[in-house]
C-alpha cells in the first residue's frame, strides 16, 4: 500500500503490528479522555426541583390552637365549647383544606336529622367561620368556605321578649336560698344579665343617681343601668 510523503501513519499495534491511523488514534484518545473524566461531568443531569410539603392541619388542631390564642369571654367560651364539640364530633379527622360546601351541606343535613333548630345551627356555622378567619391569620389556611356558604335555608328565629309573672317569682323567690334571693330581685328589676351581676362591684354603683355603671359588656360597649326602689334597698342590705 503506497503512502504519500509526509502522511502519518500512526504507531504500530502492538499486538497485530499494524499501524494506527489518524482517525485510530484520535478515537482512542477521545475514549482515553472519556474514561478519566469525572463522571458528573460524563452527563448533564438536570436538576430536579425539590418539592416541599406542606403542613396540613386538621379542623380539630385549628379549634384547640383558637381557644388557646383568642380573646373571649366567659360566656362566649363555653358556647363556643358548645359550638366545637359538635364539629369535632361530626369530623373528627377532617383537615382545613378538605372542608368545603358539601362538607358544610353534610354537617347541617346531620344536624337537622337529629331534630336540632336552624338557629343553633347558624350559631355552629359562625364559630367555624370565626375559627377558619384565625387559621388564615396563622397561615393554615388560604380560604374561609363560610363565607361561600348561603344560610337562606336556615331561618333564624325573631327575637322573643318574655317576663316573669308575678306568680312565677314568687314561686321562683320562695325555692331560691337566701344567697340566692338578692342576684334574682336585682335580675328582674334591673334586667342585667348574669355575668353583669355577678361582676358587679361597689365601685360601679351610684346610689346618689341611683344607677349603675357598666364597663364591661356583652357589645363591649359601656351603659348606665337604672334603679328602682326595690333594686336600692337590695343592693343597700347587700352593701351595709
Given at each position: 500500500?503506497?503512502?504519500?510523503v509526509?502522511?502519518y501513519?500512526g504507531?504500530p499495534?502492538?499486538?497485530?503490528?499494524?499501524r494506527r491511523?489518524?482517525?485510530?488514534?484520535?478515537?482512542?484518545?477521545l475514549t482515553?479522555?472519556?474514561?478519566?473524566?469525572?463522571?458528573l461531568?460524563?452527563?448533564?443531569f438536570?436538576?430536579?426541583?425539590?418539592?416541599?410539603?406542606v403542613?396540613?392541619?386538621?379542623?380539630a388542631e385549628?379549634?384547640?390552637?383558637f381557644?388557646?390564642?383568642?380573646?373571649?369571654?366567659?360566656?362566649?367560651?363555653?358556647t363556643?365549647?358548645s359550638?366545637a364539640?359538635?364539629w369535632?364530633?361530626?369530623?373528627?379527622r377532617?383537615?382545613?383544606?378538605?372542608?368545603d360546601?358539601?362538607?358544610?351541606?353534610?354537617f347541617?343535613s346531620?344536624?337537622?336529622d337529629?331534630g336540632?333548630?336552624?338557629?343553633?345551627?347558624?350559631?355552629?356555622?359562625?364559630?367555624l367561620?370565626?375559627v377558619f378567619?384565625?387559621?388564615?391569620?396563622?397561615?393554615w389556611?388560604?380560604?374561609n368556605?363560610?363565607t361561600?356558604?348561603?344560610k337562606k335555608?336556615l331561618?333564624?328565629?325573631?327575637?322573643?321578649?318574655r317576663?316573669?309573672?308575678?306568680r312565677e317569682?314568687d314561686?321562683?323567690y320562695a325555692?331560691?336560698?337566701?344567697?340566692l334571693?338578692?342576684?334574682?330581685?336585682l335580675?328582674?328589676?334591673t334586667?342585667m344579665?348574669?355575668?353583669?351581676?355577678?361582676g358587679?362591684t361597689?365601685?360601679a354603683?351610684?346610689?346618689r343617681r341611683r344607677?349603675?355603671?357598666?364597663?364591661e359588656?356583652k357589645t363591649?360597649?359601656?351603659?348606665?343601668?337604672?334603679l328602682?326602689?326595690?333594686?336600692i334597698a337590695t343592693?343597700?342590705?347587700?352593701?351595709a
Open positions: 500500500m503506497s503512502t504519500s509526509g502522511e501513519q504507531l499495534d502492538l499486538q497485530t503490528g499494524d491511523t489518524n482517525s485510530n488514534a484520535a478515537k482512542i484518545k482515553h479522555r472519556s474514561v478519566n473524566r469525572p463522571i461531568q460524563r452527563k448533564q438536570k436538576s430536579v426541583p425539590r418539592v416541599s410539603r403542613r396540613r392541619y386538621t379542623l385549628a379549634i384547640e390552637r381557644f388557646h390564642e383568642a380573646t373571649i369571654k366567659k360566656g362566649t367560651r363555653r363556643y365549647r359550638n364539640k359538635n369535632v364530633a361530626s369530623f373528627p377532617l383537615h382545613l383544606d378538605e372542608v360546601r358539601s362538607v358544610l351541606a353534610r347541617v346531620g344536624r337537622k337529629k336540632v333548630t336552624d338557629t343553633t345551627i347558624r350559631r355552629d356555622i359562625a364559630f367561620g370565626t378567619s384565625m387559621a388564615i391569620s396563622w397561615g389556611v388560604e380560604t368556605p363560610v361561600a356558604l348561603s335555608f331561618k333564624e328565629s325573631p327575637p322573643r321578649t317576663f316573669l309573672t308575678r317569682f314561686r321562683l325555692a331560691s336560698s337566701e344567697t334571693k338578692p342576684q334574682i330581685v335580675a328582674v328589676e334586667g344579665r348574669k355575668e353583669e351581676l355577678l358587679l361597689i365601685d354603683i351610684d346610689l344607677e349603675i355603671h357598666l364597663q359588656t363591649n360597649s359601656p351603659r348606665r343601668v337604672p328602682s326602689d326595690v333594686a343592693i343597700s342590705d347587700l352593701i
